[in-house]
Nanobody
């Protein structure tokens, strides 16, 4: 499966961006799509996750600002990011997992998000 992410860019603090990711196919047993991010010199961290049944989870640092959503028929996941902060600057990766909370098996190529102060 290929995961193609788009929507990154440069935005000022307080602004918004919308990331999208489309999976080339559905794989039986892999029902969770996620967004992770990795800033320079830091470990990759979970930002948001969503199951086929619309169960969602968020990192504490983005709760109330980011919203993850799924379009099951289109095999897509989006991440609406509002009130962006400089500390949100990172490469954002779309990924696919077997279950809620499981480390992803499939990864997209990443899209850069840069928030200026």
């Amino acid at each position: 499966v290929q995961l193609q992410a788009s929507g990154g860019g440069l935005v000022q603090a307080g602004g918004s961006l919308r990331l999208s990711c489309v999976a080339s196919e559905r794989i039986f047993g892999f029902n969770v799509m996620n967004w992770y991010r990795q800033a320079p010199g830091k470990a990759r961290e979970l930002v948001a996750t969503a199951t086929d049944g619309n169960r969602t989870g968020y990192a504490d640092s983005v709760k109330g600002r980011f919203t993850i959503s799924r379009d099951i028929p289109k095999n897509t996941v989006t991440l609406q990011m509002n009130n962006l902060k400089p500390e949100d600057t990172a490469v954002y990766y779309c990924s696919l997992s077997r279950s809620f909370g499981a480390w992803p098996t499939y990864w997209g190529q990443g899209t850069q998000v840069t928030v200026s102060s």
